[in-house]
């Protein structure tokens, strides 16, 4: 499931190339994000991203609450339990991230980290409370490229960039900062696409995120995603052949979107 909800984070990097920001024209509070997560032919579990409704300040600068969370159900739940949460505020104007919360519970497995940016001196201080085993606990600092993000803020990031420009064939690529060290993303633009949801049929943007084969993946390719086609730009679905079967995800539910969803009538 850490991986379904990094890649879902990852899916939207096709709008993040070279350009910044001047303003957000993509998503409001309010907006909630919900995905079916299918292993294979079972049903796994869920995922929801959300940007809460409330307003906290960091530096007395207004900021986005952003949260992701992923949990198994049914059989799988029985099989291997998974309670995931990501939160990331990020700043109002600039949508660049002030801090990041990172509890992860899967099989027994428990991770918390506690990453603090500081966009100015352009390092990031990583808080782990050590509570998979006591010496992995750390308060380390962190330096950074200019503009680097969290895998939840670069998601938010990066729905509000100009993508007039990007033809097909296309590579694109962000800098993120996970698992304590920085994550180039590439991803290459496919072409578009309508994809049938119970929502109706979308127009979709289809990209290949460039991953590296053998740890995760079998091959290079074998991960494909769908973004709407329009001012949103919401993933739509995710489709991946990872080394020990496949997973799905497709969204299920969407709320208090800031534009219309380019659902074909």
Known sequence: MKTVLSLLFLGSFINSYSQSVTRNFAFKRGESLTYRVHYGFVDAGEANITIASDSVKFSNSPTYHLVGTGSSSGSFDWFFRVRDRYDSFIDEKTLHPKF??????????IINQEYTFNQKANTVLVKRDGTDTPRNATNKLFPIPADTHDILSAFYYARNVDITSVKIGDLITVQTFFDEEIFPMQVKILGRETIKTKAGKIRCIKLCP????GRVFKEE???????SDDMNRIPVRLQANVLVGSIRMDLKDFKNLANPLAIEK
């Open 210 to 213: 460039v991953i590296q084969k």
């Open 221 to 227: 390719e074998d991960l494909l995603m769908w973004v």
């Open 100 to 109: 990041f919360l990172r509890k992860v519970d899967e099989g027994g497995f």
